[in-house]
């Protein structure tokens, strides 16, 4: 079939088979001499391979080259829109020039003929880029795909320039919804970190650096176990048929991931196997720990359930100690299962060693509630982000599968 699944109104003719350098020049690079100064740190972008990462753009190269230095090495001046495609082993990163510079060696970029081939379009395509390049690239040394493989790239493109064009744009404006979500995500993580660091006190004080309006009073050392009961879990035999697959959320540490909250278990056990078991009932507000290796993986539950032995568990006392407050206090929770657990195989903390955890507490529960819903709300943030970003991803995997012949 000639023709993408998915197209923008206005285009049906068939897409034709070009080859890249049909489209495109393909220009290696060069390296000035390193011993020489007089070539270095001048204004001229001079990129390297390891430059690119996750970006699509560039601004701007960590290292720069004199013109002399130019002038002494076999890089090429590349415009702005040329796509960088990284050549040697880690074939296959890509990025957009919005001005002009060179390379070092290790790339075969793409400088696009004017009214032949967008920009956004190609760079759209880096994954069929870097698969071709994976398959030609061939060196003694390392994996290398020259500027004459690229060339011949075969490609199946529209028979009109706006059609790439219109492409081009859907996935820059994509691209660009997935990278503001990405930056809104890690900001309000910078923003957790930071909190996480000042509204709890450090060693050997008594008061957070960071605190709400109207909390002045010291917070005190206090015993985990006096705030809470540590409660372990058990598992009904496996081999026994009538113990599982009933109606109680029964949870193994595999399940303890990113998430933040658990509404149901992957298995679930009956009565029967409850009642065979040392596995105990656990209400909503429970805060999960997972004990042994893979120590310290926290999730709070949103109904009650029960666990596996893996799992030393956090049942607040009422009117003691807030679900959220000691949730967002995982770090600590996980440094301390880590450093007091022991074991001949693997290492586990027990239920008594949690309990003996001694944390600096605010005097008043209304203080934990309202550091609480403090990270609530910075947690959701987080995953709202995440998950918008995830979605947009799932969009663009699925567009590229059906807007390419």
Not at 52 to 78: H, N, P, V
Not at 274 to 293: C, E, N, V
């Amino acid at each position: 079939m000639d023709k993408p699944k998915i197209r923008f109104k206005g285009y049906t003719e068939e897409w034709e088979q070009r080859k890249l350098g049909e489209l495109a020049e393909i220009v290696g690079g060069g390296t000035p001499s390193t011993g020489n100064p007089e070539y270095w740190d001048g204004d001229i972008d001079w990129y390297a391979p390891a430059e690119i990462a996750d970006q699509i753009y560039l601004e701007s190269s960590q290292r720069k080259i004199t013109e002399l230095g130019y002038d002494s090495s076999s890089a090429k001046m590349l415009p702005a829109g040329t796509i960088l495609f990284t050549s040697r082993a880690g074939i296959g990163k890509t990025a957009i020039l919005t001005r002009k510079g060179c390379t070092n060696q290790g790339f075969q970029s793409i400088v696009p003929h004017k009214g032949e081939l967008d920009s956004y379009f190609i760079f759209s395509r880096t994954g069929e880029l870097k698969r071709y390049g994976e398959l030609v690239g061939a060196g003694s040394t390392f994996v290398e795909v020259s500027g004459k493989q690229m060339a011949s790239m075969e490609l199946m493109m529209p028979s009109t320039m706006r059609e790439q064009q219109q492409i081009g744009a859907f996935f820059r404006r994509l691209d660009h919804l997935i990278t503001l979500h990405q930056r809104k995500c890690e900001e309000v993580k910078k923003l957790k970190k930071y909190m996480l660091q000042n509204m709890f006190p450090r060693n050997g004080r008594n008061v957070p650096e960071i605190r709400f309006d109207g909390f002045t009073d010291a917070w005190e050392q206090r015993k985990l176990g006096e705030l809470a009961e540590i409660v372990g879990g058990g598992t009904p035999s496996t081999g026994n048929p009538e113990y599982w697959d009933g109606d109680i959320d029964w949870y193994a540490p595999a399940e303890i991931a990113d998430q933040i909250y658990l509404e149901s278990s992957q298995r679930k056990i009956t009565e029967l196997g409850y009642d065979s078991s040392s596995a105990k009932m656990l209400p909503a507000g429970t805060i999960l720990f997972t004990s042994r290796a893979g120590i310290g993986k926290t999730a709070i539950l949103t109904r009650k359930g029960c666990t596996n032995q893996g799992f030393q568990s956090i049942v607040p006392h009422k009117g003691e100690l807030d679900s959220y407050f000691i949730f967002s206090r995982t770090g600590e929770l996980k440094r301390y299962g880590e450093l007091v657990g022991a074991g001949s195989t693997f290492v586990e903390v027990s239920g008594k060693q949690m309990a003996s955890m001694e944390l600096m507490m605010p005097s008043t529960m209304r203080e934990q509630q309202q550091i609480g819903a403090f990270f609530r709300r910075l947690d959701h943030l987080i995953t709202l982000h995440q998950r918008k970003c995830d979605g947009l991803k799932k969009i663009k995997k699925f567009m590229l599968q059906n807007m390419f012949v």
